[in-house]
């Protein structure tokens, strides 16, 4: 196994925060279990509530962790970034191809394959 490439995964997190946030829409929102809101389209980046951030980073495992930022994932399906800037909430459904530059960089084993 390599080692993570920080600088790179750093710059490419960078870049996976920096789209203009919008909020969620309610006529938009895909519930889990009736009470989490999800995005609804990948790339991009949703603000959400505090109390979403948290149910998603208690209810399983992170598969990538640091500081406030992590990605989460049931399954195989791609990861959802979560992260807080500047006191606020987001999140980011990654594509496929994002979640497979994100493993690589991160050395962590895509989802789905813990």
Not at 87 to 109: A, K, M, S, W
Request: aromatic share 18%.
């Amino acid at each position: 196994m390599t080692t993570t490439d920080t600088q790179a995964l750093a710059d490419f997190i960078r870049e996976l925060t920096s789209p203009q946030p919008t909020p969620l829409d309610p006529a938009v929102i895909k519930r889990v279990n009736g009470i989490v809101p999800m995005p609804d389209k990948p790339g991009r980046v949703k603000e959400i509530d505090e109390e979403t951030y948290w149910w998603f980073l208690e209810v399983l495992p992170p598969h990538y962790f640091d500081g406030w930022d992590f990605c989460f994932a049931e399954g195989f399906m791609p990861y959802l970034f979560f992260f807080v800037r500047r006191g606020r909430y987001y999140v980011r459904q990654l594509t496929n191809d994002e979640t497979h530059r994100f493993c690589q960089l991160g050395n962590i084993p895509l989802p789905g394959y813990w």
